[in-house]
C-alpha cells in the first residue's frame, strides 16, 4: 500500500519536467535570441511543476505559506487533483499567440506545432493514470481504514470478556502456509515416499530373449497357437521390502530408509570386543567421548594412551615361554 502511494506520488512529479526533445533543444545549446518567449514559458512551466511536488510532499515555501493561510479562511484546500487539472489547462494554453513576426513564424511551424500536440498528449495520459491509481489507493485505504476499526472493536470486546482471540492471520499454521503458498510440498514428499516405496517392493523382471529355448535366426518362422503359448519364460525375481512392512508404512510425512548402508557397516562391531563382558557395557563405553574438544589435555591423554609403549632405539624382545 505504502510503497504503491510513493510511486504514485513520484509519477505526480516528473509531469513538469519537460525531458522530451522539443523541450531540450529550446533550453539547449540550440537556443537562440528568438525563443526567448519559449524559453520563459518552459521556465514558468518548470516552477509550477516543482510548486506543485512541493504540494504534494507537504512542503511549502514561506509565500506559499503565507498565500495558503490568507486563502484558508475563504476557500478549503486545494485537492492535488485539482492542482494537476488547472496546470493541465494552463500548460495546454502555452503558446506565443500575442507575439509577432519570427517568434510567432517559428511557433507556426509544423514541427513545433506536432512538437507541443505530442507533449500535450503525454501529459494528459499521465494525469489520467495518476488519477486512476489515486483512487484505487483511496479507496483500499478507506477498506483498511473499516478493517482496522473493525479489529480494534473486536479487541475492545474480547478484553471485556477476559478472553482474547488471535486472528487466523497470526497463527502458526497460516504463517507457514503463506510461507510456503507457491510450493507445493507435501505433495511432492508424499510422491518422493511413493517411488521410494515401488523401487524397494520386490519385482519379476522378465529375461527373456529371442532364440533362448527356442529356435532363432533367419528364415525361422514364430510358432503359432499352442507352440506360442508354451513358450518358456526366464524371469528373475528381486528380493525387496513389501510397502504393508515398512517401519513408515502408517507414519505420514516420514521417511525410513530400510536399506543396509555397506560404508557404515563395516564400522559396526560383529562380535563384543575385549575386555567388554556385556553389550550394554560396551555401549556404555561407547558413548563417553575420548577427543581432545570434550576432554582436557591431561584426560585425552591417559585415555589414548596404548598399552605398550616403546623408545625409540630400544630392542624389542621376542615373547619367551614359560614352560
Excluded: C
Aim: hydrophobic residues 30%.
Amino acid at each position: 500500500m505504502e510503497a504503491e502511494r510513493d510511486r504514485a506520488m513520484e509519477r505526480a512529479t516528473l509531469k513538469h519536467k519537460n525531458t522530451g526533445r522539443w523541450a531540450k533543444n529550446l533550453v539547449g545549446k540550440h537556443a537562440t535570441m528568438e525563443n526567448v518567449e519559449a524559453r520563459n514559458a518552459i521556465e514558468e512551466q518548470l516552477l509550477r511543476g516543482e510548486r506543485l511536488r512541493r504540494r504534494i510532499q507537504g512542503v511549502e515555501t514561506d509565500d506559499e505559506a503565507e498565500e495558503s493561510d490568507s486563502d484558508d479562511a475563504d476557500q478549503p484546500d486545494e485537492d492535488p487533483f485539482d492542482e494537476l487539472r488547472r496546470l493541465q489547462g494552463q500548460e495546454e494554453e502555452v503558446a506565443p499567440s500575442s507575439s509577432s513576426g519570427k517568434k510567432a513564424a517559428v511557433w507556426d511551424m509544423k514541427f513545433m506545432s506536432d512538437a507541443r500536440k505530442r507533449d500535450a498528449q503525454q501529459r494528459r495520459d499521465e494525469v489520467d493514470d495518476f488519477e486512476r491509481e489515486m483512487a484505487a489507493l483511496d479507496k483500499q485505504g478507506v477498506g483498511e481504514h473499516e478493517e482496522n476499526r473493525t479489529a480494534t472493536m473486536d479487541g475492545r470486546n474480547a478484553s471485556r470478556g477476559g478472553e482474547i482471540r488471535i486472528p487466523g492471520a497470526l497463527q502458526q499454521r497460516d504463517l507457514v502456509a503463506e510461507a510456503f503458498a507457491g510450493d507445493d510440498v507435501a505433495a511432492e514428499f508424499e510422491a518422493d515416499k511413493k517411488a521410494i516405496m515401488e523401487r524397494d517392493a520386490p519385482k519379476e523382471v522378465d529375461e527373456t530373449l529371442p532364440g533362448w529355448g527356442s529356435w532363432g535366426g533367419k528364415g525361422v518362422k514364430k510358432a503359432r497357437g499352442r507352440g506360442q503359448q508354451q513358450q518358456r519364460k526366464y524371469t528373475r525375481t528381486i528380493a525387496g521390502l513389501e510397502a504393508s512392512q515398512r517401519k513408515d508404512a502408517n507414519m505420514k510425512g516420514v521417511i525410513i530408509n530400510e536399506k543396509r548402508d555397506k560404508k557404515a557397516d563395516k564400522f559396526k562391531a560383529k562380535d563384543l570386543p575385549f575386555p567388554y563382558t556385556s553389550a550394554a557395557q560396551y555401549q556404555l563405553a561407547m558413548q563417553n567421548p575420548i577427543g581432545p574438544e570434550w576432554n582436557t589435555r591431561t584426560t585425552h591423554q591417559r585415555l589414548t594412551l596404548p598399552r605398550v609403549v616403546t623408545k625409540p632405539g630400544k630392542a624389542i624382545l621376542p615373547i619367551q615361554r614359560k614352560f
